[in-house]
């Protein structure tokens, strides 16, 4: 009796509500299963996230990031629905703001809907870490952004790929800019109190890989 109450329950909750039509997905930044929520329509460039070059100069590549912050006990899944596209000029995006903050919080309300009738969840968690590469010149004393993050993220990942007998894996992703990258542990920690202890360890893991994966001049901080 009680299964049928709760999807009689969610039944009347979601009857008449219409999903908002359009090609546009988001995905939960979650270790999750990839679930979607209903499409969404998005201002063409809108949200989009941007890597200038060797100084704040000429755009180069970028990586728009799109998606909601993490809800505990959905099934694995990588975070962030990520893309590579050109950002819009500030002036440009003022008029697709509204759209963007209306839609983030519809978005999030969909996906509270979608999961706020389940029990029991096995408790699945993790971390991340955003690093930002920089190139240092000792000759003329600056500092430059090093567009090396696809070209680092994907070294790592190919090293990682030839370690997966090991427990103490770790993933590498894109982040919003060329410079950018992130590090999150391979497999998410679970509810035991032996899992807070590998936390530090990974971290220090991750930053260690990242250093030997660097030019000479190249910095992480």
Known sequence: A?????????????RG??????????????WGSGWRGPASPAPQGAARGGCVGGTMGGVRRSIALVGLVGLAGLPMARPGLLKVGTPMPWAASLPHLRYVREHGVSQFLETWRAVSDRRSDELR???ELEYGLFQLDDKTKSVELSCRGIEVQDALNRKEGEMRHRQDGCLWHNEYGAWMLEGTPREPYSGYASDLLQVEQ????????LLAA???GEVAP
């Open 2 to 14: 009680a299964p049928r109450s709760e999807e009689a329950g969610r039944e009347r909750r979601n």
């Open 17 to 30: 509500r219409k999903p908002t039509p359009g090609p546009w997905r988001f995905a939960t930044r979650a």
């Open 125 to 127: 968690w993790g971390d």
């Open 202 to 209: 990974n971290m220090r893991r991750r930053r260690r890989r």
């Open 214 to 216: 660097l030019k000479p």
